[in-house]
């Protein structure tokens, strides 16, 4: 374990020595944030997998699979990341990375101004923070499970390197750790699958995979009623992973457009490859009487400790020295999620808060500085709410909400509407926030205000016969564009006096782009400040 923390350390520093040599070409802003949007194709695809494979990943993919409630068609991890970098690929790659956006923020900031902009980041920046205390969470328990350690020192101690290396190098640290922890993930748990498979007290997967043996089949079971439910778990991520920085920031960074794109593609399959072995394993704890291991009856599932499976299978049905190899591997995962969501934090906070609102004179050394100190600030929450009971869950649940029902509406519309403005953008998000809030939520406990006709009452927790995060986003993007036109109509036709026009959308002119050079134009922000780009940036 020493040995993998001092190789990922070492290859951190490493490449913060490449940031170095870039910096007198490159901006703190270009070399930093994006790694002056220098990042090839092959460490791209790395870095880009690497970001959302991680220790939750892993993890949650074998207890989906073991969960005798659940099973492998409640897996959906694979595909709703590949879902995710398709789209991605698809549809936002290319204009985000055209555009020469900075964060996925930047868009809000340039078309609706400063209000908005606090609006937007306060939910983007929380749900990268819950991401990192879920992160963190999960590395805690594994390491403790294997090796003994304390729940809090694997924390501290995997914290501590993530942040080190993300303080030295940025994006450049970050993306080539990627690829030695991406490495450490795929042949650490391809090298223990074999052992779990040639241990002789699992019975064969593909016959418990439909037989009632120790457990329901572990293969699953979808029924009619939890449809809605499965798609809108399946649509949260899969379509809510578009708001997150950490996805942006892949596709800002690389050379072109066109690489963008291709790096989505390649980690769309790439990532599906390393959830097998996952699968695989929760399979075999699925086929596995428990009482003829150490670990003894009850079973995991029974002991609220499904979430662990993956770390118990190694441990109980592998060689120690086995089960060391997947720690090893399990804690790649979480770090290269750790680190990422590290700079993200940092980045959206000083690009969009420090740098365009706070402090809009600030010198490179002075945002180099801000950067720093924001990844420890980060870190050190992160490790704070770690000690929070029942963590994983909660904060899952509130960053995916936050990222599908409030940010991805607003970006699709702020990016492909030509209708929308501030107005409507504010409607929406305040809608957005208060029908998640009143349609419940029973995994943290919510009551349901909101009581959509069908549903049925099961342990005294009313359950929605809607995908209920799907409506919400899409009650949110109808309100958008509806309110939005409305607001316009109203102050073009005079009907409402245009010194009534706090948001200023009546005094934003059409700028006249030149194909030629990258000439400095004027818009008219939210508060009436003139806000300066550069016509790349506004080209659409």
């Excluded at 880009?48 to 949650?60: D, F, K, N, Q, R």
């Excluded at 993930?185 to 241990?199: A, K």
């Excluded at 909400?401 to 940010?407: L, S, T």
């Excluded at 700028?511 to 922000?525: A, G, K």
């Amino acid at each position: 374990m020493i040995g993998f923390y001092v190789a990922v350390l070492a290859t951190g520093i490493w490449a913060s020595k490449k940031a170095k040599a870039k910096t007198t070409s490159g901006t703190v802003t270009e070399v930093v944030m994006l790694g002056e949007r220098s990042i090839n194709l092959a460490i791209g695809i790395f870095t880009m997998t690497a970001s959302w494979v991680g220790g939750g990943y892993i993890l949650g993919t074998a207890e989906a699979v073991y969960n005798p409630n659940k099973g492998l068609i409640w897996a959906q991890m694979p595909l709703q990341y590949a879902l995710a970098y398709i789209v991605g690929g698809l549809f936002f790659a290319k204009p985000m990375r055209e555009r020469k956006y900075v964060t996925v923020i930047d868009p809000f900031q340039i078309r609706y101004g400063k209000i908005m902009t606090v609006l937007m980041v306060i939910p983007a920046l929380v749900g990268d923070m819950f991401n990192l205390a879920c992160s963190l969470t999960a590395l805690g328990g594994m390491v403790s499970t294997i090796i003994g350690l304390q729940h809090v020192y694997s924390v501290m101690i995997s914290a501590a390197v993530a942040i080190i290396y993300t303080l030295l190098g940025g994006l450049y640290s970050v993306a080539y750790t990627d690829v030695i922890q991406l490495i450490f993930i795929f042949i650490g748990l391809w090298l223990c699958v074999p052992f779990l498979f040639l241990s002789p007290i699992p019975l064969d997967i593909s016959i418990t995979a439909f037989n009632n043996t120790y457990q329901p089949p572990w293969i699953g079971q979808l029924k009619t009623r939890d449809i809605p439910v499965w798609l809108d778990e399946f649509l949260t991520l899969g379509l809510g992973a578009m708001s997150f920085q950490s996805f942006q920031q892949r596709n800002l960074s690389s050379v072109s457009p066109a690489k963008a794109q291709i790096t989505c593609f390649a980690a769309a399959v790439l990532s599906v490859i390393v959830s097998v072995p996952s699968t695989l394993i929760g399979a075999v704890a699925a086929s596995t009487d428990w009482n003829q291991t150490d670990y003894g009856t009850p079973s995991p599932y029974e002991r609220n400790e499904a979430h662990k499976i993956l770390p118990l299978s190694l441990e109980n049905l592998a060689p120690s020295y086995v089960s060391i190899i997947g720690i090893g591997a399990i804690t790649a995962a979480a770090m290269s999620s750790i680190d990422s969501f590290l700079l993200s934090v940092a980045c959206m906070f000083t690009s969009n808060l420090y740098k365009n609102i706070i402090r809009k004179k600030a010198s490179d050394k002075e945002l180099q500085l801000v950067i720093r100190i924001t990844v420890v600030v980060a870190g050190s929450i992160g490790i704070a709410l770690t000690f929070i009971e029942n963590s994983i869950v909660f904060f899952w649940i509130l960053s995916a909400d936050m990222a599908y029902c409030i940010v991805f509406p607003q970006l699709i519309c702020v990016l492909f509407s030509e209708i929308s403005n501030t107005y409507g953008a504010v409607v929406g998000f305040v809608l957005s926030l208060l029908l998640r809030l009143l349609s419940g939520e029973p995994l943290i406990g919510l009551p349901s205000v909101i009581c959509f006709p069908g549903g049925e009452i099961i342990d005294d927790v009313y359950i929605q016969p809607v995908p209920v995060r799907t409506v919400v986003a899409l009650c949110a993007f109808l309100c958008i564009l509806l309110f939005s036109y409305i607001f316009a109509s109203l102050f073009r036709r005079g009907i409402l006096p245009k010194r009534w026009d706090v948001f200023g959308i009546t005094k934003i002119t059409v700028p006249t782009l030149d194909n030629q050079n990258s000439v400095p134009i004027s818009l008219n922000d939210a508060d009436g400040e003139s806000l300066m780009m550069s016509s790349d940036v506004t080209k659409s």
